[in-house]
């Protein structure tokens, strides 16, 4: 993806997946849409849908649908800080994103996949 090229960073392995997602600015209370390109237990490659572009250093919650979820509620939300974020690209801007605190969750997609 334009403008994230560079050396693998994460502390966990990438996972290949396909997840909606939803991201919130908690200064806002607007979501942006989101789908993941590939997540680890430490952070998410993701591709925005739409709506203003993030910014390196900005703090953020995503929301995973794990399951196909239409809803993804507020206690889901996990926090992270914007690491990379490319140009925006006909409405898509691709994003990375480390989390807070390290997600186990992604350890199931992991034995699923």
């Not at 997540?39 to 196909?68: K, N, R, Y």
């Not at 509620?73 to 690491?83: L, S, Y």
């Not at 409405?91 to 034995?111: C, D, G, K, S």
Request: proline share 4%; hydrophobic share 45%; charged share 25%.
């Amino acid at each position: 993806m334009a403008g994230l090229n560079g050396p693998n960073r994460r502390e966990s392995r990438r996972i290949s997946a396909t997840l909606e997602c939803k991201v919130l600015r908690p200064w806002t209370t607007s979501y942006l849409a989101a789908r993941t390109a590939d997540i680890s237990e430490t952070g998410v490659l993701l591709v925005l849908e739409a709506g203003a572009p993030l910014h390196v250093g900005e703090e953020v919650e995503v929301g995973f649908s794990w399951e196909g979820e239409a809803l993804i509620v507020a206690e889901r939300m996990i926090r992270g800080t914007v690491v990379r974020a490319g140009g925006s690209d006909l409405h898509m801007q691709p994003v990375a994103i480390r989390f807070e605190r390290a997600q186990t969750r992604v350890r199931q997609l992991a034995q699923a996949a």
